[in-house]
């Protein structure tokens, strides 16, 4: 089954404590992007990916990494997450990033106490 | 940058009546105009797109009508369902077909749609 996967669902940490969430799509899309999604923001875009290797800063980058080092793989790091962190998160992925469609995954809600 | 408004936020409608969800965009050069819709507690999913160079497209109980001019596109749906409740998002974003940089998709705060049975 074609898929955007994101694990964990749910995680609750504490201030300063780095964590992964990772994100893999099994559709040999070129383009893959995190979100987060706050009531009443809407989904802003943390970070993007066109291709392997090639990674760029989205709207909301300020506190996040990434890495695309694999086609499939498009991890979300937080070095030292802070409670603003707390959120709940979109990995999505897109044949080309230009007029295809955004496949997301199922989201990861982050507390950060 | 691009910049999205939708409106209204929340929308509420007796079941067999019409919605209409509104967005403005800012960027002259956006030509790409999905929908998505959010059912409670799941992802977004596509509902349909358009493109700049079509006015209007249909797919069954929704549509959606872009005026390039005015820079405003719309989603309509017509003969709401109770399963039509979703939080409904808007986006833009300037694509181009031959490399050169990509427009970042764009997304509005969203329309919470209910829809009374």
């Known amino acids: 089954e074609a898929q955007v996967t994101q694990n964990p669902r749910y995680l609750i940490t504490v201030t300063g404590k780095k964590l992964t969430v990772t994100c893999s799509q099994n559709?040999?899309?070129?383009?893959m992007s995190w979100y987060r999604q706050d009531p009443g923001l809407g989904l802003r875009q943390i970070y993007y990916?066109?291709?392997?290797?090639?990674?760029d800063k989205g709207d909301v980058p300020e506190g996040y990494k990434v890495s695309r080092k694999e086609k499939r793989n498009f991890p979300l790091i937080l070095e030292s997450p802070s409670p603003n962190q707390t959120s709940l998160y979109f990995c999505?992925?897109?044949?080309?990033?230009?007029?295809?469609?955004?496949?997301f995954g199922n989201g990861t809600r982050l507390t950060v106490t | 940058g691009e910049n999205v408004e939708q409106h209204p936020s929340t929308l509420s409608v007796q079941e067999g009546d019409s919605a209409v969800i509104k967005c403005t965009y800012s960027?002259?050069?956006?030509?790409?105009f999905p929908w998505y819709k959010q059912e409670l507690g799941k992802r977004p999913q596509l509902i349909i797109d358009?493109?700049?160079?079509?006015g209007e497209k249909k797919d069954q109980r929704i549509a959606v009508t872009l005026n390039k001019t005015a820079k405003h596109f719309s989603l309509h749906i017509t003969e709401t369902q109770p399963e039509d409740s979703a939080v409904y998002f808007c986006a833009a974003r300037a694509f181009m077909n031959y490399g050169g940089s990509q427009g970042n998709l764009i997304f509005g705060k969203g329309t919470k749609l209910s829809v009374k049975p």
């Open positions: 960027d002259s050069a956006s030509n790409y």
């Open positions: 999505a992925s897109s044949f080309d990033g230009r007029d295809s469609p955004l496949h």
């Open positions: 990916s066109m291709n392997v290797e090639v990674t």
């Open positions: 559709m040999n899309h070129e383009y």
């Open positions: 358009i493109r700049s160079n079509v």
